[in-house]
Nanobody, 125 residues
Framework: QVQLVESGGGSVQAGASLRLSCVAS????????MAWFRQAPGKDRELIAA????????DYADSVKGRFTISRDNAKNTVYLQMNSLKPDDTAVYTC??????????????????WGQGTQVTVSS
C-alpha cells in the first residue's frame, strides 16, 4: 500500500499561483504513474492531470489544460501540481493518487491503487 501525503494548499485570490506536492512512502514510486484529482463541494471527483512513471507522458483535463502542470521527481518520491491563473472554480480538495500502471493512455482509462487525504485549495474572486 502506497502512502501519499499532499501539501501546499491554501487560500489565494484569483489569478494567483500555487504548487501542490505529494510525497509517496514507497521506494518503488518510480514504477507507477501518478495523478491529481480534485473535488469541489457538491460535485463529483474529477481527474485533472496524470504523469507516467518516467515523466515522458502527461495528460490533462480540459478544465485545467494550459494553466496546470504536473511533474515528478522520482529521486524525492514526489509529484507536483503547479497551478497558475487560478480561478474561483478551481476551489476544491486536491488529492494525489498512485496508478496501477506505469504509463498513461487516456485519463478515463486509468485505475488507481492509492489516494492521499487531500489538501484544500480556495480561490476567491
Amino acid at each position: 500500500q502506497v502512502q501519499l501525503v499532499e501539501s501546499g494548499g491554501g487560500s489565494v485570490q484569483a489569478g494567483a499561483s500555487l504548487r501542490l506536492s505529494c510525497v509517496a512512502s514507497q521506494r518503488t514510486f518510480n514504477e507507477f504513474a501518478m495523478a491529481w484529482f480534485r473535488q469541489a463541494p457538491g460535485k463529483d471527483r474529477e481527474l485533472i492531470a496524470a504523469i507516467s512513471k518516467s515523466s515522458s507522458s502527461t495528460d490533462y483535463a480540459d478544465s485545467v489544460k494550459g494553466r496546470f502542470t504536473i511533474s515528478r521527481d522520482n529521486a524525492k518520491n514526489t509529484v507536483y501540481l503547479q497551478m497558475n491563473s487560478l480561478k474561483p472554480d478551481d476551489t476544491a480538495v486536491y488529492t494525489c493518487a498512485a496508478a496501477w500502471s506505469s504509463t498513461i493512455s487516456t485519463l478515463s482509462s486509468m485505475r488507481f491503487r492509492s489516494w492521499g487525504q487531500g489538501t484544500q485549495v480556495t480561490v476567491s474572486s
